[in-house]
């Protein structure tokens, strides 16, 4: 049996947004874990709208405080969907190379603490664009955009040795996570969207691997 205490740090997608069970694809892989025997505590520090550059002066704060030295921690991070959107009238988010600069900074110190893992951004609904949020701001989401801010985390992730799940390529094609999308707001997904990213990645060597089976 493995005993962890993981912090999920992240944005809307990692919250779960969407999900009416309130689970996320993180509650999900972590009952999926208890279920075979591990014992998992879970700390979901998903902000809604949050890009690299707002979770870069949080995260080290939110993890700390949860992962004593004294306990198995580890961090899983994903984000970058934000970072693409282009907000109108004021253009995209964070630039291609601060986002990918902001990564750094957070998973270079990341990975010299404890173990750490990263999924990449998620795909959208094209025709679903744009996001209007009820303040009248509008997000626009390309595909187009996020592969590419995916393609670069991957680079990094690489460079750093930090596994790394391009949740682009596990989910651009599948028409069930775009079912789930078009059945919310065509950036997140109802429930059963989140337990696609949770079976994905509870089926990853680099998770299989923290858990030793």
Same mark, same amino acid.
């Given at each position: 049996?493995?005993? /962890?205490?993981?912090?999920?740090?992240?944005?809307?997608?990692?919250?779960?947004?969407?999900?009416?069970?309130?689970?996320?694809?993180?509650?999900?892989?972590?009952?999926?874990?208890?279920? @075979?025997?591990?014992?998992?505590?879970? /700390?979901?520090?998903?902000? !809604?709208?949050?890009?690299?550059?707002?979770?870069?002066?949080?995260?080290?704060?939110?993890?700390?405080? !949860?992962?004593?030295?004294?306990?198995?921690?580890?961090?899983?991070?994903?984000?970058?969907? +934000?970072?693409?959107?282009?907000?109108?009238?004021? *253009?995209? @988010?964070?630039?291609?190379?601060?986002?990918?600069?902001?990564?750094?900074?957070?998973?270079?110190?990341? !990975?010299?603490?404890?173990?750490?893992?990263?999924?990449?951004?998620?795909?959208?609904?094209?025709?679903?664009?744009? /996001?209007?949020?009820?303040?009248?701001?509008?997000? !626009?989401?390309? +595909?187009?955009?996020?592969?590419?801010?995916?393609?670069? /985390?991957?680079?990094?992730? %690489?460079?750093? %040795?930090?596994?790394?799940?391009?949740?682009?390529?596990?989910? +651009?094609?599948?028409?069930?996570?775009?079912?789930?999308? @078009?059945?919310?707001?065509?950036?997140?997904?109802?429930?059963?969207?989140?337990?696609?990213?949770?079976?994905?990645?509870? %089926?990853?060597?680099?998770?299989? *691997?923290?858990?030793?089976?």
């Amino acid at each position: 049996m493995a005993t /962890y205490r993981i912090c999920f740090v992240g944005d809307s997608i990692m919250v779960g947004s969407g999900d009416a069970g309130f689970l996320g694809w993180p509650g999900r892989a972590c009952i999926a874990e208890t279920r @075979r025997g591990h014992d998992v505590t879970l /700390y979901n520090l998903g902000v !809604r709208g949050d890009t690299s550059e707002l979770i870069l002066p949080r995260w080290q704060a939110e993890c700390r405080v !949860r992962l004593p030295d004294h306990v198995n921690g580890a961090l899983v991070f994903s984000f970058g969907t +934000n970072d693409a959107a282009e907000e109108e009238g004021a *253009g995209v @988010r964070v630039p291609i190379e601060q986002s990918v600069a902001n990564a750094r900074a957070i998973l270079e110190p990341a !990975r010299g603490w404890l173990p750490t893992l990263m999924l990449g951004p998620i795909p959208t609904i094209a025709d679903m664009q744009p /996001y209007i949020f009820p303040n009248g701001v509008a997000y !626009r989401f390309s +595909n187009e955009r996020t592969a590419s801010l995916s393609a670069a /985390y991957g680079e990094l992730c %690489g460079e750093l %040795g930090i596994p790394y799940l391009d949740l682009m390529a596990a989910l +651009n094609a599948d028409p069930a996570w775009a079912a789930h999308q @078009r059945a919310c707001d065509g950036v997140h997904a109802v429930g059963d969207g989140y337990a696609i990213i949770a079976d994905t990645l509870t %089926g990853w060597p680099a998770w299989r *691997g923290w858990f030793g089976d």
